[in-house]
């Protein structure tokens, strides 16, 4: 117990450092930087969700309030710049809404996943009884958005603006060849479990004999993609905020992504030639056209 709420403070002290620096370009909201507050609320709104989740010792809302806190700090954000700028404009306008598109799209398909399983995520099977390491992990979430979410935050809620221009036009197409490569790569994965002919099977079609993680390819560029928009605003402390693609490929690829889906799938298939063959022939992350043949 002792040690999980030792981290517990950690990850709030770390999350509301990185907010207040990174906040040093935004306006003011309720006496506060507007990046500041944000990151107050999404820690606060995880602490309030955990309450009844620990009660009931369920895991069944926890992707659905990560969407939701993501849609809040955004919210929050436009706020703010509505109450400092009269309005937003359109590096802010175009931000605010791929992060809503980006958000409500993911949140719903990680919502009818969790619900096809029954509702519970194999991920808390073990903390989800034990309420100081739940806490953990919603406190965490709370962290995970905050970071991920700062370059687009910072954009939203900058006081100094830029016109549009080149790193506009490049991080939106950046953007969008992310969110469709996630897109289809999950709508890929879906189907191919939906059928009954692939059960116990590795998926390797599609974008998935591109590369062996493309939803992951896609999550990273387009967080990456925002980070190129928010180029021309940044200065002094807001730097920071470069961190938002740097976490993103960290956490997916050295946390709770690509290493332990590998070992997984080690586990299940890696006595077969087929998935050996895969394996080899297909990058881990980054997409190649799949060789003929």
Known sequence: ???????VVVVTAVALAFSWFAGSGSVPLFGLSAMFVTGLWALGLNWLAFI???AAQSDKFYDSVGALTYLTVTALAIYAAVQAHGGLDIRSMVVAGMVAIWCLRLGTFLYRRIHAAGGADSRFEKIRVNPPRFLVAWTLQGLWVILTASAAIAIITADARAPIGLFFFAGSAIWLLGFVFESVADAQKQAYRSDPANKGKFINVGLWRWCRHPNYFGEITLWFGILVIAVPILSGLSWLVVISPIFVF?????????NLQDAQAKERWGDDPEYQAYRKATPALFPKPPSRG
């Open 250 to 258: 960290l956490l997916l690829t050295r946390i709770s992504g690509i």
């Open 1 to 7: 117990m002792g040690k999980s709420l030792i981290v």
């Open 52 to 54: 009844p989740s620990a």
